[in-house]
């Protein structure tokens, strides 16, 4: 990223460190206290399921595959719902899993299978990720004569992605993430549609039609089940595959640890023991959930491909498309299109947001471009490099930033108010509605942040 003008960035990091200080000294109230209980599940109730049916045949299953588990239990807590639990105390470096490949499920399982021939006959060949769909669905469809029983028992019968989420439920979301739901939604209905050629060839493995077995709801729970459930593990490209990245691999068992943005592990698969292995780089208190990262994600991603809101989470950002910001600029200024060309062509008209330390380096350049007046035009190379032209332009930015973030915040709430009455109407949605909920109070709360940020700010310039 590049560097902020040295004024903005200084003044910035002093009065976000200090407003951090006072609200760490004050607390945020009631939503605040609720936040901070999700992450301390390990000082919130929590149940083993270790001795669940469905656990002990998994964990059965797992030891006839040479996997055996003495650090975790599964448990579930108050916060995060299902995970997995240190029975021990455990050290930075510490192996707390190591998974033989012979219980991973890849495409390798899948073409091994009663699928493989299929597969390779079929032209063209079908993606990595079609591969394992169909496999999923099948071995589902066969329950108790399926081999994989004991993990298919544990999966989730349904998903939370907003691939999945009704669309009166996915209208109510951010505009940007909203876009991407619906592009999601579509993407996959286009590949059910030209797979169902593919599923119609696997007729003669089954007694029952095909098309009650490879149905659309189906193929979303399998889909989801990927898409939310695997490891990444790149293998070889097969001749019988497409030429897409084949990077997936269920992991039973191992698949039950939960998302947590401040944690780091190292996690790979062990081409040595041929084991998929994860080591803590941090230290666990016995009766402590364990986390792993899914990687730096906002929430509208972790919402979109994971269907959850991770609460406090640090890469959170507020997205601020272009037309907001003209939204609140002059309709006189005759250079208007001329900016918002440079601001396109030199990348600066998307990613543009509000963060945990207020309006973004980005997001600021974009309205100091916009902002300059026909005298100071000449110097827009100027402000993209991150140069201060004027106190003036640096004064009109920073008004403009504190009004783009009062009209989120209003949105915010009148959005939030729509979902609460949609809530009291529509029962059957509860779920759903409270899981955009959760997304909009986090947004509000670090539009918020930011509010205070840029009024700091502009008493320091005034």
């Not at 595959?241 to 947590?260: F, G, I, K, T």
């Not at 041929?274 to 972790?302: A, M, Q, V, W």
């Not at 201060?388 to 504190?402: A, P, Q």
Request: proline share 4%; hydrophobic share 35%.
């Amino acid at each position: 990223m590049l560097k902020v003008s040295r004024v903005c960035n200084v003044l910035m990091r002093q009065l976000y460190g200090n407003y951090i200080h006072n609200m760490k000294k004050k607390g945020r109230g009631r939503t605040s206290r609720q936040r901070r209980r999700k992450f301390r599940t390990s000082e919130s109730s929590k149940v083993s399921e270790s001795h669940k049916l469905e656990f002990i045949e998994l964990r059965k299953w797992l030891k006839e595959r040479k996997f055996e588990d003495h650090n975790l239990r599964p448990t579930r807590f108050s916060g995060t719902g299902r995970g997995l639990m240190a029975v021990k105390s455990l050290q930075p470096g510490e192996l707390i899993i190591s998974l033989p490949e012979e219980c991973l499920l890849t495409t390798d399982t899948v073409i091994k299978s009663y699928l493989g021939d299929y597969i390779t006959k079929w032209t063209p060949p079908i993606s990595p990720l079609l591969a394992l769909c169909t496999f999923l669905i099948s071995e589902n469809n066969a329950g108790n004569k399926s081999p994989w029983k004991p993990y298919l028992d544990i999966l989730p019968k349904d998903y939370t992605c907003l691939v999945c989420l009704e669309p009166r439920v996915v209208r109510l979301l951010p505009k940007p993430l909203k876009i991407k739901a619906q592009e999601q939604k579509a993407q996959v209905q286009e590949l059910f549609v030209s797979s169902r050629g593919f599923f119609s060839s696997l007729q003669s493995l089954y007694t029952e039609n095909v098309e009650h077995i490879f149905h659309y709801h189906a193929f979303l729970w399998a889909w989801c089940t990927i898409n939310t459930r695997t490891v990444y593990m790149k293998h070889a490209q097969k001749k019988c595959l497409s030429a897409e990245p084949d990077v997936y691999a269920l992991a039973p068992y191992l698949d039950l640890l939960n998302h947590s943005p401040g944690v780091q592990v190292n996690a790979a698969f062990n081409e040595k023991t041929r084991c998929y292995e994860i080591r803590t780089t941090s230290s666990y208190k016995k009766y402590e959930e364990l986390f792993i990262c899914y990687g730096p994600h906002d929430n509208h991603r972790l919402l979109l491909e994971y269907g959850f809101v991770a609460i406090n989470n640090p890469h959170s950002a507020v997205y601020v498309s272009i037309d907001s910001l003209v939204d609140h600029l002059p309709s006189m200024d005759t250079q208007m299109n001329k900016k918002l060309s440079l601001l396109k062509e030199h990348g600066f008209s998307e990613n543009l947001t509000f963060g945990w330390d207020g309006p973004s380096w980005r997001l600021l350049t974009a309205l100091k471009l916009l902002c300059l007046g026909a005298d100071e035009f000449t110097c827009w190379k100027k402000v993209l490099l991150g140069e201060v032209i004027s106190d003036t332009n640096e004064w009109k930015s920073l008004v403009l930033s504190r009004k783009i973030c009062s009209s989120f915040i209003e949105e915010t709430k009148t959005a939030l108010q729509k979902i609460s009455h949609m809530k009291d109407e529509e029962t059957a949605l509860k779920d759903q509605l409270t899981l955009v909920e959760n997304l909009w109070v986090e947004e509000l709360t670090l539009l918020q942040v930011s509010a205070d940020i840029l009024k700091n700010m502009h008493q320091e310039t005034t």
